[in-house]
């Protein structure tokens, strides 16, 4: 089956850290470049990092020197480490296949909060 399970949601207090996982399978997940979203209550999903098939990567400038993305192209999982947690972080995480024809998974939530 074709799809991407995310992972490692929860509920974590300001200044807290989360990893999340997103597991991929039914195609080649290294040759893909493997994104990150996040989908607040009201507002539109809103892109948040990137990793290249090669290893390069980009950030919101939102989520930037707090987040981390990477990859494990063994184990066909694109990992999202979330340090340093504000509420506004709060939202569903999605990964996406870039360009693979990969459907959406569900998403896993993350709140951020006291």
């Known amino acids: 089956q074709v799809q991407l399970v995310e992972s490692g949601g929860g509920l974590v207090q300001p200044g807290g850290s989360l990893r999340l996982s997103c597991a991929a399978s039914?195609?080649?997940?290294?040759?893909?470049?493997m994104r990150w979203y996040r989908q607040a209550l009201g507002k539109e999903r809103a892109l948040v990092a990137t990793?290249?098939?090669?290893?390069?990567?980009n950030y919101a400038d939102s989520v930037k020197g707090r987040f981390t993305i990477s990859r494990d192209n063994a184990k066909n999982t694109v990992y999202l480490q979330m340090n340093s947690l504000k509420p506004e972080d709060t939202a569903v995480y999605f990964c996406?296949?870039?360009?693979?024809?990969?459907?959406w998974g569900q998403g896993t939530q993350v709140t951020v909060s006291s």
């Open positions: 990793i290249t098939s090669l290893g390069g990567t």
């Open positions: 039914g195609f080649t997940f290294s040759n893909y470049a």
């Open positions: 996406y296949a870039w360009r693979a024809g990969v459907p």
